[in-house]
């Protein structure tokens, strides 16, 4: 960069010290892999509007349940259900709240085992389902006791739980609330999959309640590992699917391997007659593979949820994935669909069975009965089967998926999944991801590209992972579950693009623009024909052409405002640009040309400028993305002494004076905002005081080195008469010393009800 001549003006030396200094690039962090948001929202941004609702005393929303109708979301917190009204935009609205705290005689009992009487032993709700239109059926740790109870229900409120109502819920809740597990209520029975023991080592899947018998699996068969961790319980047509993570027993590995699971029981089974009695005949399970070529697999699922099919696709099941490895320092995840009908493929194939003298599992290849061991048939299994059943229950071939959106530097946690209706009536998947960082990401999965990221909001103000999902599809909203409470968040922020071009380029299959309004609007059923969108490929050129805006054609951009600023002589004009896309790239122009760089340099996206001759004019910010440049924001730069022209092009578009941050290095007007770069320019000195300190060094020392190697040459260096000069080298070297040095790791809630957010 040129510096200005110091000869017509002093205050022209310091500000090209300055310039050369804001120059200089700011340190950035190095982002992770994958696809970028295009937009993200800190905690308490007020472009992104939330609620936020919390309860004095009460922690841990982690349980979430939509009503049937959509107008009442039911929470399961620490010791206490909660029925919130979530009909009314804004904050959810507390319908009633009934306690369920564990008995103290639970608390005491649980103490004494030497577990945590501040943290551990309450009654943590793990099972929320509505059994029917009258009761909810609800489950607890209940102080590492799990209980279980039925809740009546009363025009949307929750009655109080009596005592006597109280069943051992063992089985069907965990003990530990770490521990991860899942639960479905099918036909009036219940589906769940946990711990089944207080040391956490006997997980089980079981079935409960309804006319059908008690099943669950057999522990002394080993159809589950004992680490096994449950996510996730979706019902199909004959049978209900489970989903874990467990170690693998069939991989030869130098370290404990985890992969995924899904296990399969169907809803008809009634039990062996004589073996297997109250267990589990046809259980099976498969491996679930996420994975893209000549990479590490995504070996650890985190959660997975349903989506129905559609007119035109079928049923798939979408889950999130984390791998045990850690690839350049950090964690990855990825989001596979897995479509039915594979997995039904995979449960219909052939079946593994270990080799007991060998210990390895190999292929079955022997013949199979008839009907099919583990199948959903009506009539009664042989004691063949069952035997058959008792070793052969892991099948052979694996459900392989290739991940929709992989994204390094980010662990997933929870999902919710929906499709989108667009402008065209093509129907779009939209995917909500919670993180492990309490952070909400929008991503969008096209029919014909690859997965792409709407927003990202940061939730909780502090690192938290966010504990539960649940979209409400007819509130437009999305709830998040977190330690003090839950936010509510709208699943589109329509309004914060301000621009046809903003709005086309987000691909926000919710948001379309109004040319009659000017507005980016929400899309709904009734939407006309006439607003815009493209969700293909978000080309502004095509969508937002006929724009009634005036128009440059020597622009070839959308001019909706220009910014007048003055020019203070004896200081430096900084000209912000809003980024309002991540995925953009921006650069200046000054009267559609390059800046000049004797008078002007960039500093984190703002153009500084000094007072000289010729800086006045037209600046614009021009954004560049996906082919496409627009402005951002365009000022016109006037000067106290001699006003400029302006274009004759420019006569149409609206003009607005405005004031902006102004840096004074000399007299002259009152400043709009200072800003001192005096520390800068100290640190600057003092950096390059030691740089020519350390060079000055060095020069001097190649002299007195060069003397003193020529003294030594001449005499000066030879050893006395009786010293003797070292035979070898290593016997004139002193033993070096070991030192070891250690370091040590370094590593209230008093609010009213409800507090928005904004």
């Known amino acids: 960069m040129a510096l200005p001549s110091p000869g017509q003006d002093p205050w022209s030396l310091l500000g090209g010290f300055l310039f050369l200094l804001l120059s200089l690039p700011p ?23 939330l609620s936020f609702f919390h309860q004095k005393g009460l922690l841990d929303f982690d349980t979430l349940l939509l009503s049937a109708d959509g107008n009442t979301l039911y929470v399961g917190a620490r010791e206490a259900v909660l029925a919130l009204n979530i009909q009314s935009p804004g904050i959810p609205q507390l319908r009633n709240m009934i306690p369920w705290p564990a008995s103290e005689r639970k608390k005491n009992d649980c103490a004494f085992k030497k577990k945590s009487s501040e943290t551990q032993c309450f009654n943590f709700i793990r099972v929320l389902v509505s059994f029917n239109t009258t009761h909810l059926y609800a489950c607890g740790t209940f102080a590492y006791s799990p209980a279980c109870a039925f809740i009546e229900l009363q025009d949307s409120h929750l009655l109080p739980i009596l005592k006597d109502n109280v069943m051992d819920g063992k089985g069907q809740s965990p003990f530990d609330p770490a521990h991860k597990h899942t639960a ?101 399970k498969a491996q679930l593979l996420c994975t893209q070529p000549g990479q590490l697999p995504f070996n650890i699922i985190r959660h997975a949820v349903l989506l129905p099919a559609d007119y035109s696709s079928v049923s798939r099941i979408y889950a999130v994935f984390t791998s045990q490895w850690q690839v350049g320092g950090t964690r990855s995840s990825a989001v596979c669909a897995f479509s039915l009908t594979d997995i039904e493929r995979v449960f219909k194939g052939k079946f593994k069975e270990l080799n007991k003298e060998t210990s390895r599992w190999t292929t079955y290849r022997g013949p199979e009965a008839n009907p099919r061991p583990g199948s959903c048939s009506t009539g009664p299994s042989s004691d063949k089967a069952l035997t058959f059943m008792k070793d052969h229950f892991l099948m052979d071939e694996h459900v392989v998926a290739r991940p929709l959106l992989v994204k390094s530097g980010v662990e997933y946690t929870q ?54 999902l649940q979209l409400a599809p007819t509130q437009g909203a999305v709830f998040a579950g977190f330690s003090g409470g839950i936010w509510k968040v709208p699943r589109a922020n329509c309004r914060v693009y301000e621009s046809c071009v903003d709005c086309v380029l987000a691909r926000d299959p919710h948001c379309a623009w109004d040319p009659k309004s000017g507005i980016c609007s929400l899309l709904s059923g009734a939407s006309p024909s006439t607003w815009r969108q493209d969700m293909e490929q978000g080309n502004p050129e095509g969508a937002c052409a006929p724009d009634p805006m005036p128009r440059s054609p020597r622009l070839q951009s959308h001019l909706q405002l220009i910014k007048e600023v003055l020019v203070v002589p004896n200081s430096i004009l900084e000209l912000p640009c809003p980024h309002l896309s991540a995925l953009a790239s921006y650069y200046w122009s000054h009267d559609r040309a390059p800046i000049p760089e004797a008078s002007s340099t960039i500093y984190n996206g703002s153009l500084l400028l000094l007072p000289q001759d010729g800086v006045g004019g037209l600046y614009q910010c021009v954004a560049t993305e996906n082919g496409y440049s627009y402005p951002v924001v365009s000022y016109w730069v006037d000067s106290q002494d001699q006003s400029l022209a302006l274009d004759p092009e420019l006569a149409g578009v609206p003009r607005e004076r405005v004031e902006v941050p102004l840096t004074r290095v000399g007299g002259g007007a009152s400043m709009a905002a200072q800003r001192s770069y005096w520390p800068h320019f100290l640190i600057v000195t003092v950096l390059l005081a030691i740089v020519l300190l350390g060079v000055l060094t060095l020069l001097l020392a190649s002299p007195l080195g060069a003397l003193r190697a020529r003294g030594k040459v001449q005499g000066c260096g030879t050893l006395p008469p009786r010293e003797k000069a070292p035979l070898s080298r290593e016997r004139h070297l002193q033993p070096s010393k070991d030192y070891r040095t250690s370091a040590s790791d370094v590593d209230a809630d008093n609010n009213h009800l409800g507090t928005e957010v904004a």
């Open 184 to 284: 479905v209520l099918v036909d009036g029975m219940l589906y769940s999959g946990t711990m089944n023991n207080f040391l956490g080592s006997e997980p089980i899947l079981m079935r409960t309640l309804g006319s059908q018998p008690v099943l669950k699996t057999d522990i002394f068969l080993r159809w589950l590992h004992p680490d096994a961790s449950f996510v996730a319980a979706i019902p199909s047509t004959q049978v209900v699917y489970f989903f874990f993570e467990e170690t693998a027993s069939e991989f030869d590995f130098f370290e404990e391997l985890y992969i995924s699971r899904v296990a399969r029981v169907c809803k008809n089974d009634v039990g062996g007659e004589k073996l297997l009695q109250k267990k589990w005949t046809t259980f099976l």
């Open 27 to 49: 340190a950035t962090g190095t982002g992770g892999q994958g696809p970028m948001p295009r937009v993200k929202y800190h905690a308490g941004d007020g472009h992104r509007a």
């Open 415 to 468: 999902l919710a999944v929906e499709l989108a209706q667009g402008l065209n009536g093509s129907s779009h998947v939209v995917m909500y991801l919670g993180t492990s960082t309490g952070s909400l990401h929008k991503a969008v999965v096209p029919e014909k590209s690859s997965a792409y990221l709407v927003e990202e909001i940061q939730l909780s103000p502090e690192p938290e992972p966010v504990r539960n």
